[in-house]
């Protein structure tokens, strides 16, 4: 059975201090990790895909990381427009609309 | 830019009604997706679509029916709605290609008393 296990849930940072979020995930024939970032009583908005271990990719303050087994999301110097839920999700092979196995986020709150 | 769009944003409903969820995209994806988000759990897959005319189940179809007769739309119905079935009900669409990524609206908040 795939699954995708988030942690920490919850973070809480003070402006400009640096961390990381995890992403666990055994999916059969991961065909791309998905990172999403969801505001209150919003939908989630796509940030990232990694297709293969090794792989980054960088959008401002946040740079996601793959490996075989984890993904990482790396903010750095994070301001308090960062607070939100990052969301990952694991997209099994020959899956389009039903391969996707979402965690249960990690709530990130940027304090001032 | 529309993209996804979800009508209505609120509903309360009582326990035995039926309703209609809408869900329209202007993207011309193929792909299309009803999940449901609730405390503690990640996002569920409920039904979905891979283009005009073709549905499947998901992990939790139970309760819920759609249909897609146009690209466009994907509505989901609650034949008879249950408490259980309160929850934030999310649509997204994807172009078809296993490697993209899904587009999400801003969800209905479902709430069955």
Redesign the interface.
């Known amino acids: 059975e795939d699954q ?1 296990t988030q942690s920490p849930e919850a973070l809480r940072l003070q402006e400009g201090e640096s961390s990381s979020l995890n992403c666990s995930y055994t999916v059969s024939g991961l ?2 990790l ?1 990172w ?1 970032r969801q505001d209150p ?6 940030l990232f ?1 990694l ?1 293969s271990a090794g792989e980054e990719k960088e959008k401002e303050r946040l740079k996601a990381t793959l490996t075989k087994k984890e993904s990482f999301l790396h903010i750095t110097a994070p301001k308090p427009e960062d607070s939100a839920t990052y ?1 990952c ?1 694991g ?1 099994r ?13 990690t709530h990130l709150i940027i304090q001032p | 830019n529309a993209g ?1 769009t979800q009508t209505p944003k609120f509903q309360v409903l009582k326990t035995g009604q039926s309703m209609t969820l809408q869900c329209a995209q202007d993207m011309n994806h ?4 009803w ?1 449901r988000q609730d405390p ?6 409920i039904h ?3 283009g005009a005319g073709i549905t ?1 189940q ?1 992990e939790v179809p139970n309760g819920y029916n759609v249909s897609r007769s146009t690209t466009e739309d994907f509505p989901l119905r609650l034949l008879s709605a249950a408490p259980s079935q309160t929850s934030v009900y ?1 649509c ?1 669409s ?1 172009p ?12 209905t908040r479902l709430s069955i008393l």
């Open positions: 995708v065909r791309g998905f999403y009583g919003k939908g989630p908005e796509f895909t297709y969301l999700a997209g092979s020959g899956g389009g609309a039903d391969g996707l196995t979402f965690g249960k986020g | 996804v193929e792909y299309m997706s999940y503690g759990m990640g996002l569920r897959l979905y679509s891979v499947d998901g999310f997204a994807s078809g290609l296993s490697n993209q990524p899904q587009h999400f609206g801003d969800g």
